[in-house]
DNA sequence: CGCTACATTGAGTTACCTCAAAAATTGTGG
DNA sequence: CCACAATTTTTGAGGTAACTCAATGTAGCG
């Protein structure tokens, strides 16, 4: 489904890279949007091609993936609405990037985009920032998976999703609740693929979680958190 | 140890960041640079601080460290000779940039430089499209991190250090020597600080790798790979 | 040549994985 | 609205890869 686009009363405006061009210019990426509805599971781009437009997340969660050969998939990455995706002048290497959630998506033509882009520096310095705090996520994801047990890993993951969807939150239209309950977009099963564990190690210490009163669990995707400076610690493995 | 720079016959010139700058705009960089000698072990940034300066690896290696509370530290990149070290208009978070080797650097001060940036949008551009790499190089770590049994995630990193080599023999004074032999810069410590497992496991698989003759080594860092295509498999898990 | 730092090897333990079954949640058609 | 099927999650029992701790071996340096 494609709709157009009207950037006035756009949801994530404040928080997209858009938000870089000022005043008259503003309108300069508005002409080569669209918007764009993508049901949970499409992939949304898929690697080494050259894609056709680049896009913001308006609403929904992304994932970007690496598939092995044997099936078995690493998830390197999830993304937001406010954040960009694609990569403008290249591809995206071995990755595909997939709905986890149904999502909104306001695309840009990938030709006249770049051109934006280089006629803009401004743009391009936005983009900069923007990439530089996604290479700071990804390292801070290298030292989760590289040093911390399966219990750090998955309080981690509940605490850095927590906070991420709180960023989120100036989102007009956001989906995530309030009072500290939120709607987990991830099956148990992409949380393992994230966390390089399996999805009975990830139950299992979920469960620990609940017993121990620092979530609550509300049917599969429902999630409460109890005590958020205990899981704080607990993914600082200061407690076990 | 600072030493003045020059350009002309600069060994890393072609690959590094500074080649975006051409002709006459070359000169700009040139006169804020300042060349650098650390040895092996120093810290040239730390993160949360805005740094005075940022810089390229002109020869040696450099590591990106987390370190975790209770001391364990995880390495969550390497750089390499023509790599840009340094976030421009901000800090590095909580990473910690420390000489593997003895390193020189061509050091620019930092507010000049970020000047220069804005200045000149192709040299920005230049460095989107690095930072894009190494995001790509990230999540290719993540990857190995998190799916990889510890057999493959060291075959993997012998074959992306030696690949890496490579990629930096075009450059001049390089220490790396040809036909297959390697002046591995990391300890066993370090690589199993980056592969986030023991030293003793490391130790074995590096056994068993010799043991198969895929490898060789010469003293405690000399490395000489004998069947590319065979770690090559072993790092795809292919084979056990 | 001996000292120190680093690397290897060995034995026993453990955290996480695998395989298998039960339980819970969600969706669907009567 | 309820019963049933499909899907997802949880729980259990047993196995194994990687860890820990300890001892031995080897490079490199003064």
Not at 83 to 92: A, E, K, M, Q, Y
Request: proline share 3%.
């Amino acid at each position: 489904m494609i709709s157009h686009n009207s950037c006035r009363k756009c949801e994530i405006r404040e928080q997209a890279l858009c938000s870089a061009l000022k005043g008259h210019d503003a309108n300069k990426l508005h002409q080569i949007s669209y918007r764009q509805q993508l049901t949970k599971g499409k992939v949304i781009l898929q690697g080494h091609k050259e894609p056709k437009w680049l896009a913001v997340i308006v609403s929904g969660v992304v994932k970007l993936v690496c598939t092995k050969c044997d099936g078995r998939q690493q998830i390197v990455g999830l993304q937001f609405p406010g954040d960009f995706v694609g990569r403008p002048f290249g591809n995206l290497g071995s990755l595909r990037v997939e709905a986890v959630t149904d999502v909104s998506l306001c695309c840009f033509s990938r030709q006249p985009f770049e051109e934006i882009l280089r006629a803009y520096p401004d743009l391009e310095h936005s983009l900069l920032h923007r990439i530089y705090d996604e290479l700071e996520v990804a390292r801070q994801w290298i030292f989760t998976l590289g040093c911390l047990p399966a219990r750090a890993k998955v309080a981690t993951f509940l605490q850095l999703f927590v906070e991420r969807v709180h960023k989120s939150t100036g989102i007009k239209n956001a989906k995530f609740s309030v009072d500290r309950q939120y709607d987990l977009p991830l099956s148990r099963t992409e949380i393992a693929e994230f966390l390089g564990m399996t999805i009975e190690t990830v139950s299992r210490e979920i469960g620990y979680l609940k017993s121990e009163s620092v979530i609550e669990t509300i049917g599969l995707r429902g999630l409460r958190v109890q005590d958020f400076d205990r899981l704080k610690a607990l993914a600082e493995c200061e407690e076990t």
